[in-house]
């Protein structure tokens, strides 16, 4: 008989659902309906079974076709490929779990490597933000329970996490927000008329570009001075009374997306934001949050912060301190510099979302891409290595776009002999170690772990 499985994780963006169920087959290896999830996450939990899924691990061969080889050999061939590089860069890490990024850790370690995430062309202007002013943020629940005024600032949830107005910050009735979206006013700041403007009580159709203005507007007007007729495109009007609806919130939430770290001003506009959260704090209590992107977007800055204390752009190759310095230290700076002689790309797919130019310096060197599918990134790789798909047949860590850390499940058995990102990169950490004849010392402690772990069961 199929079975539901309930409180599974969905692997897609960064709302991270953990409410979904999945009817999985008697022979616990096919998906075959799921309850909750949007069409994006439901199109993941299928896509898992898709026939066309690789297998086995494939290398290109000198006449520029793809044969498959072992894990062994892949293993090996990743190993000597990063000891012999001067500057590899690993890079992505948004769509795997925790133990994943931690296991990659240790390998940029050993090989002296500069490791980073997708946060450097997404969320990265939102850190170097954070770095100067501070995050005055909240968790999810806090915004479903509390907030009555909702600002939508660059990004637009119905499309990009299509679950987040519902689990979340417009539809859900709180604690203290029995009556649902009635009892919250919508704010969308948006140079397009997007679907989550349509829902908006009020829109904001800002000239493109001109962020920086307008939030500067909104603290000019809370902190009792004049504005112009007319500011970033939008009627003084208008920001007046959005202002003034905010100062009576009992709680005001602003998230904030691609609309302001893509644009121009980047992280000023994120800092600007920032003070403009701290200004609504001298009337009423206030938060802010960037939109991650993906289920674990925010696992690397948790994980890798611990580790080396910096979340992205880290450079490991003076071997004994890290390094942190985006525009000197991030992928795509360092590819269009052609700075990086190896590059691995993990759970991500920089051959569709890197610049071009970018692309074609890394393509001079060994590219290997570990990574469950069939991508850009997999069909200009000199390797590809599969691996389990996180949160449907491999369980971890995975940290929410609020840091909160929530534990996925394995929900069905992964493909035979196919390993997780964890495995695959634990053998390459100690491929290397034999190859250079050192000792393995992150393997012996974790095997510790392990061993004293089930003394205590
Ligand atoms: S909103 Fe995001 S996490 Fe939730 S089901 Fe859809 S894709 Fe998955």
Known sequence: MPKWITQVGCPYCGSSCDDIECLVSDDG??????????????????????????????????????????????????????????????????????????????VAERAGAVLDNCASICHGPSFLAIFDNGYPSCTLGEVKNRADVVLFWGCNPMHAHPRHTSRYSIFPRGFFTTKGQMQRTIISIDPRETDTAKLADYHFMLNQGHDYELFDAFRTVLRGHDIPAEVAGCKREMILEAAEKMKNARFVMIFFGMGCTHTDGRNHNVDIAISLTRDLNTHTKASIMAMRGHYNIAGPGQVWSWQFGFPYCIDLSKGTRAHMNPGETSSVDLAMRDEVDCFVNVGT??????????????????????????????????????????????????????????????VIDGPEGVPSDEEFFDKVYTRMCELTQTEPIWVHVKEHAKASSSLEH
């Open 29 to 106: 290896k096919k998906i075959l309906e799921t309850r909750n999830a949007c069409v994006i996450g439901n199109e993941i939990f299928h896509h898992v079974s898709s026939p066309d899924r690789p297998k086995r691990p494939r290398m290109r061969q000198p006449d520029g076709s793809m044969k498959e080889v072992t894990y062994d050999e892949a293993v090996d061939y990743t190993a000597k490929a990063l000891i012999k590089a001067k500057k590899p860069l690993i890079y992505g890490f948004g769509s795997t779990n925790c133990e994943g990024m931690s296991a990659v850790a240790r």
């Open 349 to 410: 797919d920089a051959g569709a979302h890197w610049p071009i130019a970018a692309i074609k310096h890394v393509k001079k060197h060994p590219v290997i891409t570990v990574d469950p599918n069939i991508c850009m990134a997999s069909e200009i790789a000199d390797l590809h290595v599969p691996v389990r798909v996180v949160g449907v047949e491999e369980p971890g860590v995975v940290y929410r776009m609020d840091n909160v850390p929530i534990q996925f499940k394995k």
